[in-house]
């Protein structure tokens, strides 16, 4: 199985910083990384599909970059809507592995 | 709109059975993987099952291989989760996730309001 490892576990950031979260697969899986946002007490939500693909209505300040092994999800201007957990997971093989997940925090 | 909705979720004793549906809307159900995930209290997610359009292919996390069984009626959009054999492990909202699968690749959206099971005695 793909284990995924996400970095930090949790960060405290405040409104209008840049915030990066590291996810790291320990074998290649090319671009097939996918990034979730969650709430507490609601579902995930899809926030970046392939590595880098922005799905209609998430805000343009999401973006996902990397491939091979290394990922990372920015946030280019935190908002207060964005305090939440944020969970990569690799869409490369079954059976389908999340990262354990970054809780973004206000500071 | 899109939806997925989830039910049969409860309380069960270590050993009982419980099942799991989720009734889809708004789009072409049968054209669809569609999977199960789950997430223990303050836990992470974990992907537990999934299967495709004609059910001719299922698959399930080795946790609950032997014990759960994933299958859909087309007809009807629904999708189950058949468990069986409950741990306290299995505790969790269970999730029904609908499946985009493109060039080998996979990722899930949407997914419902999830579920929840409780196996205790």
């Known amino acids: 199985d793909i284990q995924m490892t996400q970095s930090p576990s949790s960060l405290s950031a405040s409104v209008g910083d840049r915030v990066t979260i590291t996810c790291r697969a320990s074998?290649?899986?090319?671009?097939?990384l996918n990034w979730y946002q969650q709430k507490p007490g609601k579902a995930p939500r899809l926030l970046i599909s392939?590595?880098?693909g922005l799905p209609g209505g998430v805000p343009a300040r999401f973006s996902g970059r990397g491939s091979g092994t290394d990922f990372t999800l920015t946030i280019s201007s935190l908002q207060p809507d964005d305090f939440a957990t944020y969970y990569c997971?690799?869409?490369?093989?079954?059976?389908?592995?999340f990262g354990q997940g970054t809780k973004v925090e206000i500071k | 709109q899109v939806q997925l909705v989830e039910s049969g979720g409860g309380l069960v004793k270590p050993g009982g059975s419980l099942r799991l549906s989720c009734a889809a809307s708004?789009?072409?159900?049968?054209?669809?993987?569609m999977n199960w995930i789950r997430q223990a209290p303050g836990k992470g997610l974990e992907w537990v099952s999934d299967?495709?359009?004609?059910?001719?292919?299922?698959n399930y996390a080795d946790s609950v291989k032997g014990r759960f069984i994933i299958s859909r009626d087309n007809a009807k959009n629904l999708l189950y989760l058949q468990m069986t054999s409950l741990r306290a492990e299995d505790t969790a909202v269970y999730y029904c996730?609908?499946?985009?699968?493109?060039?080998?690749?996979?990722?899930?959206?949407?997914w419902g309001q999830g579920t929840l099971v409780i196996v205790s005695s």
């Open positions: 997971q690799q869409g490369y093989s079954s059976p389908w592995t």
């Open positions: 299967i495709n359009s004609f059910s001719s292919y299922t």
């Open positions: 708004g789009f072409t159900f049968s054209d669809y993987f």
């Open positions: 074998q290649s899986i090319s671009y097939y």
């Open positions: 996730a609908r499946d985009l699968r493109l060039s080998g690749q996979n990722w899930f959206d949407p």
């Open positions: 392939a590595g880098s």
